[in-house]
């Protein structure tokens, strides 16, 4: 799919998640145009989801696979031109 990714701050460099992993993130998707569709931010409440198992879209399970605990980056999916998203793992 390759997704595209800019990180925003690194992380602690150490801890990726791994399949069948919770993986807990804050997240704010808007499309090309830069209009916020959702955030948890604005809900102050993370999303969590098994990493491997299908439970969101492909571009997350590829772009949050190569992040660490604490990196901040924004994704952009090719495939889905209205997905933007700057995300936040979490352990």
Not at 17 to 27: A, D, E, M, N
Not at 61 to 89: H, T
């Amino acid at each position: 799919m390759g997704v595209q990714a800019e990180t925003i701050s690194p992380g602690e460099g150490s801890t990726f998640p791994k399949r069948g992993q919770i993986c807990v993130v804050h997240y704010t998707g808007m499309p090309e145009d830069g209009k916020k569709l959702d955030s948890s931010w604005d809900r102050n409440k993370p999303f969590k989801f098994v990493l491997g198992k299908q439970e969101v879209i492909r571009g997350w399970e590829e772009g949050v696979a190569q992040m660490s605990v604490g990196q901040r980056a924004n994704f952009a999916l090719p495939l889905s031109p209205c997905m933007c998203v700057d995300l936040n793992y979490m352990p």
